[in-house]
């Protein structure tokens, strides 16, 4: 079974510009999770989404949005791009709204901004 | 508020000896308490969960964490290393939110040498 995918691996923006990421999760997850890793930190909670609605919000500026489409992939989509949101953006899935903490991480898509 | 603090930013050990990597948590109710690890360009993976059952717990590859809430501590370990656990590895606290949503809370990590 395929596992969270995410696009694109990699990518390079420029200050003021706009990135939108996706992310297919694993067949049969209802629930995206969004999470931003700065170099030398931790993830950092930004989003969850479930069945098409936005159910947990981290903080993060209004620049940041995110929605869920009704085959549950999701995007992430970053406007006015700062250099402090060069970053991995990562994506999860899990079956349902609530989950016991196993979240199914995609590889991440690196965004790095100049 | 729910929090970790991962003691060491990196730990260095050879092959064949035993690994320690420290966590320690904070929170106003018995936590949901994680480990999760980070190979290089690859996706987080977890290696195992407390969540109020035994206070030692099992996970992947050999390792295990034991919860003790009189060090409020979740410290992970793994009695012989082997090259391929070089990674980054994170302690995580699930928060359990209004609306129904829990999200996890990472530590800052400890970066995982194994040296021939």
């Known amino acids: 079974d395929a596992g969270v995918t995410q696009s694109p691996t990699h990518l390079i923006k420029t200050r003021g510009q706009q990135v939108t990421l996706r992310c297919s999760p694993i067949?049969?997850?209802?629930?995206v999770s969004w999470y931003q890793q700065v170099l030398g930190q931790g993830p950092q909670f930004i989003f969850q989404?479930?069945?098409?609605?936005?159910?947990g919000r981290g903080n993060f500026p209004d620049r940041f949005s995110a929605r869920q489409f009704p085959n549950y992939s999701s995007e992430l989509n970053v406007n006015a791009l700062l250099l402090g949101d060069s970053a991995l953006y990562l994506c999860a899935s899990t079956p349902g709204q609530l989950h016991t903490g196993e979240l199914f991480f995609g590889e991440g898509s690196r965004l790095t901004v100049l | 508020a729910q929090s970790v603090t991962q003691l060491d930013s990196h730990v260095s050990v050879s092959e064949g000896t035993p690994v320690l990597l420290r966590c320690n948590y904070s929170?106003?109710?018995?936590?949901?308490l994680f480990w999760y690890v980070q190979h290089p360009n690859k996706g987080l993976q977890l290696l195992l969960k407390?969540?109020?059952?035994?206070?030692l717990v099992k996970g992947i590859n050999g390792f295990e964490a034991e919860f003790k809430k009189s060090e409020t501590s979740f410290h992970l370990t793994k009695p012989s290393a082997h090259m391929s656990d070089a990674a980054e590895y994170f302690c995580?606290?699930?928060?359990?939110?209004?609306?129904?949503?829990?999200?996890?809370?990472f530590g800052a990590g400890t970066r995982l040498a194994v040296h021939p």
């Open positions: 407390y969540t109020s059952a035994a206070t």
């Open positions: 929170s106003s109710y018995s936590p949901s």
């Open positions: 995580v606290v699930s928060d359990l939110l209004s609306g129904g949503y829990n999200k996890l809370i």
């Open positions: 989404y479930y069945e098409k609605e936005e159910r």
């Open positions: 067949s049969g997850h209802k629930s």
